[in-house]
């Protein structure tokens, strides 16, 4: 830039000075105009993510705020300033997203980033619209701009929906590569609903430090199978060290994915789920589509609970989305731990809480486990719901005679345990994969329904992991 003085002469170097500090106002307001305001809509994970990834250090950027939908309590918080760097001082808000429009005319935002998953593509552009009324540019970012590349090869699990079986399909391949005699690492998508300065990064390796970590029920049903299997568990909210973290013990990491997002790393071998109880959901939800897109395996799973003709369909739906990828078949047999208990009773069924809430299904393992039996009376929990159970109820209808494990605190812990005691049943099958027991005071004897991954092919995905797991060994 030129300055000119009132008389038209150029200044001497001195008077450029402007000793009453006008210069430096002058190119901070500059540099301030040039800052994109920028919101990012999220709910806890993905969202914090991309900041870390893309904004932290962008001098051209100033996250004004982020915003919180799908979890209950995440809003009206900070993402502390240890978090957010030397930037943000004070750290960032998080504000409810029924205040993006207020937030965006407070602020002068330029920028809205979508990011959270399984949602209906119809969600996104709606957002979109309320962004681009408001003023903004609405962007999201791709795989490519926020995927770390590991030291370690990453087998990454993905799916087009929530609940169509992840974690069961981590822990069976994590369960291969420790056959191989590798060391294995499970990266978990974040969930990080409590203190977040704590929870930058975590490993877990026994039930006592899922307790030390205040955990949540939806963390717990995602970390103990992992834990019971003999795996350690990595999660948080900074990944670039979390990732650090998992190489230093690791051989080979295995990306557990969280709803229907892209993975965090950029995998060698990606492996994504579509749920033969699902059909027509191939292309209907974000980024669920991206990730089938994305997919060198598609596992069609739960195909022993399925009609023949769904499971044709999914079959089908995937193949023509992503034609390079192989189509495999798996199943989820459930069993119960005592199943003489249930006979003839009659018996209250607790659920994944996200399978049902976010993901759409009006039921899951444990209905399925409970009326295999043919003699077992189900009790309807709606009947029973105290406030706050019957306000998820309300939030999600589709929901059938069945208990979610809702419990991201202990308030909605107290309406579990409360809902299930008004409900007053013989016994309680608990198709969580968290130990309910040990969470909640219940009279009623608790049976846990347990589910795996078994191949419905054959090699299936057992060879696939092995035929990977080969490659990464020196040829002799």
């Known amino acids: ?5 009132a008389d038209g002469t150029r200044p001497t170097e001195d008077a450029r000075a402007l000793p009453t500090g006008g210069r430096a106002q002058e190119e901070a307001a500059m540099a301030q105009a040039q800052t994109v305001a920028t919101v990012i809509l999220g709910a ?24 919180a939908t799908q979890i209950p309590g995440i809003a009206d918080r900070r993402y502390p300033a240890s978090l957010a760097g030397p930037r943000y001082p004070d750290g960032i808000a998080i504000r409810s997203e029924a205040e993006l429009e207020a937030i965006c005319r407070e602020r002068s935002v330029r920028r809205v980033m979508f990011a959270y998953s399984d949602v209906p593509h119809a969600h996104v552009m709606h957002l979109a619209s309320r962004a681009l009324a408001a003023g903004a540019d609405f962007v999201l970012a791709g795989p490519a701009a926020t995927m770390l590349a590991a030291r370690r090869p990453v087998v990454a699990v993905s799916a087009i929906r ?11 391949v994590a369960g291969r590569l420790r056959a191989a005699d590798f060391r294995v690492a499970v990266l978990r998508h974040p969930m990080p609903y409590g203190d977040l300065a704590r929870q930058a990064v975590q490993r877990f390796a026994t039930p006592a430090d899922l307790d030390r970590a205040d955990c949540t029920v939806e963390e717990r049903e995602e970390y103990e199978p992992h834990l019971a299997a003999g ?30 997002d892209f993975p965090f790393l950029r995998p060698d071998l990606h492996i994504v789920l579509a749920d033969a109880l699902r059909p ?22 739960k195909v022993d609970s399925a009609a023949p003709a769904d499971v044709e369909r999914v079959r089908a739906e995937v193949a023509a989305v992503n034609p390079r990828a192989a189509v495999l078949r798996g199943a989820s047999p459930v069993r119960l731990d005592d199943a003489a208990a249930v006979h003839g009773r009659r018996v209250l069924v607790v659920e994944d809480g996200p399978t049902l809430t976010h993901g759409g299904m ?11 039996l043919g003699d077992a009376t189900v009790v309807d929990p709606r009947r029973s719901a105290t406030p706050e159970i019957a306000a ?19 308030a909605q812990l107290a309406a579990l345990a409360a809902t299930i005691a008004r409900a007053r049943p013989d016994v309680v099958v608990a198709a969580t994969p968290v130990d309910l027991g040990r969470l909640i005071q219940c009279e009623a004897p608790i049976v846990r329904a347990r589910y795996d991954y078994a191949d419905a092919d054959e090699p ?8 990977f797991a080969a490659g990464l060994r020196p040829a002799a």
């Open 392 to 410: 998820v109820y309300a939030a999600h209808p589709h929901i059938g005679p069945v208990l979610p494990a809702v419990g991201y605190g202990p």
């Open 44 to 67: 806890a994970g993905r969202d914090f993510h991309n900041f870390n990834m893309l904004y932290r250090d962008d001098p051209g950027t100033e996250v004004v705020a982020f915003t």
């Open 231 to 260: 795996s350690v568990v990595y999660a948080g909210v900074d990944y670039a060290r979390i990732l650090e973290a998992a190489e230093r013990e690791a051989d080979v990491l295995v990306w557990d994915g969280g709803n229907n």
């Open 280 to 301: 027509g959901q191939a292309t209907t939800h974000h980024p669920g589509e991206t990730v089938l897109r994305m997919a060198d395996a598609i596992v069609v799973a």
């Open 162 to 172: 929530t609940g169509c079986g992840k974690s069961q399909v981590s822990r069976f």
């Open 460 to 467: 299936g995905l057992a060879g696939l992991v092995d035929r």
């Open 1 to 5: 830039m030129t300055w000119i003085s």
């Open 362 to 372: 009006p039921s899951g393992a444990g209905l399925v486990a409970v009326q295999s």
